[in-house]
């Protein structure tokens, strides 16, 4: 199952993929809810932290659909690759639709609004973004070259990042208001639709990995017997931890830097050093995981995230502001191994998985994980929110003690206790290296006897 690969040009391509994914994702987790919604739309907090777990009742079904659709349809001889071409303008349309303010003043219909939209934008980035994910393991079939075509592609998701921080100064620049941000949404929109015509040009589907003579059974006994799979259960827990850690420090870092320590401005900044960190130990990382293995180097980052996460509680207003951005430096550091591992991780799962069926359902699984992913995002935006209103939180107002205590504990300690449930996660996770390697053997074998 070697061969064909991809060039280094190709990979820098295809990761422009994920660039597309995690801007909306991550537009979506740190900008939407806690500031569109409530400061932009006027839409009380509570409710704003409402609407992603719409969204994501939708995804518990598109997700794992989606997925097992692409592993199953065949456009001609391909089964993923299509998919690029029938999501990309749908996606970029509906993003640009939900940052629209309507013309109502009732709480209910912008809440009815928001959620339609919202569903919207999760069907349509899963047509692209499942299909995509699921090629992965399907065109890099070696344990380290994964880790290699993962990293790429948090370069290209790390970008997404950037892309979606700088959604609100792009907004202001155009006069801000409903029309800025509406005008930047359009903008916004067809930057995220355009990446996957180039991304469908340099993917490759392997031969192979198709397997018509194979009955497939029902979605339901599907999704029952990959979660009953305890490789991927562990790997699940790993993952979720990680991604409720990102997605909390994502949603209160804002609020953080605007209320606690009282300096607005220097959240993009603090972004920009997080995300510098994690681009530039993403190499570091890869390197680690070629000596070691790939939940060892998973553990490594929790740990190193971990014990800055509770150094951001300690920060007081009246501290310089490079200690601060000392501790957002190696908490980015850290998140670079949280972030590429588990989507390196799940290609073997699905080796494994192969191994016991004779099936290769890499969309299930990625469907899941990107459901599981997406899920994670809005409950923690929602728990989040949702104690800010119950603690008193007023937009642009003094806030009481009461507030920014919570704010400090969503954006330090909240984090932390998630990574460090990961790393305990991470220990007994059994797939390592050498499974792996048994795992392959024994695939070879079966083909050549076939």
Not at 88 to 98: E, K, N, T, V
Not at 242 to 251: I, Q, S, T, Y
Request: hydrophobic share 50%; aromatic share 14%; with cysteine.
């Amino acid at each position: 199952m070697t061969g064909r690969r991809l060039g280094a040009g190709s990979r820098t391509i295809y990761a422009l993929g994920d660039t597309s994914t995690n801007t909306a994702l991550t537009a979506l987790t740190m900008i939407y809810a806690t500031f569109f919604l409530t400061q932009v739309a006027g839409l009380r907090p509570v409710l704003a932290g409402a609407v992603p777990l719409v969204g994501r009742f939708v995804d518990a079904i598109s997700d794992p659909l989606i997925g097992r659709l692409s592993d199953r349809t065949n456009f001609g001889g391909a089964r993923r690759r299509p998919y690029f071409l029938i999501g990309a303008i749908p996606f970029g349309l509906s993003f640009a639709m939900l940052w629209i303010v309507p013309d109502v003043e009732s709480q209910l219909a912008l809440f009815l609004y928001y959620s339609f939209m919202y569903s919207l934008v999760s069907i349509t980035s899963t047509v692209c973004s499942v299909p995509y994910l699921a090629l992965i393991p399907e065109m890099a079939t070696d344990y380290d070259d994964r880790t290699s075509l993962n990293t790429y592609r948090s370069v290209g998701a790390t970008v997404g990042i950037f892309c979606a921080i700088g959604m609100r100064g792009f907004a202001d620049s155009l006069g801000g208001g409903p029309e800025g941000w509406g005008l930047a949404a359009a903008i916004y929109g067809g930057g995220l639709a355009l990446p996957w015509f180039w991304v469908y040009r340099v993917s490759f589907e392997r031969p192979e990995f198709r397997r018509e003579e194979v009955q497939s059974p029902p979605l339901i006994t599907s999704l029952l017997s990959a979660l009953r799979n305890r490789t991927f259960a562990r790997l699940v827990s790993l993952y979720v931890c990680g991604r409720l850690a990102m997605d909390l420090v994502g949603a209160m870092l804002i609020l953080y830097f605007t209320y606690w320590l009282g300096r607005t401005e220097d959240f993009e900044v603090a972004m920009l050093v997080f995300l510098l960190a994690a681009v530039f130990g993403l190499p570091f990382w890869f390197w680690v995981s070629k000596r070691v293995d790939k939940k060892r180097t998973f553990m490594m980052g929790a740990l190193l995230w971990t014990t800055t996460q509770l150094s951001l509680f300690l920060v007081s207003p009246d501290w310089p502001r490079w200690v601060g951005f000392a501790g957002i430096l190696f908490a980015g550091f850290g998140f670079a191994a949280v972030d590429i591992m588990p989507w390196s991780m799940v290609g073997d799962v699905i080796d494994e998985d192969d191994l016991e069926t004779g099936e290769r359902r890499e969309g299930l699984y990625n469907g899941l994980l990107m459901f599981l992913r997406k899920l994670a995002g809005a409950v923690a935006v929602f728990l989040a929110l949702a104690l800010l209103d119950f603690a008193g939180f007023q937009d642009g107002q003094e806030q009481s003690p009461s507030v920014l205590l919570m704010i400090r504990l969503l954006a330090s300690l909240g984090p932390a206790l998630f990574l460090f449930l990961g790393f305990l996660a991470a220990i007994r996770y059994p797939l390592t290296r050498e499974r792996h390697a048994e795992v392959l053997a024994a695939l070879e074998s079966r083909v050549g006897r076939q």
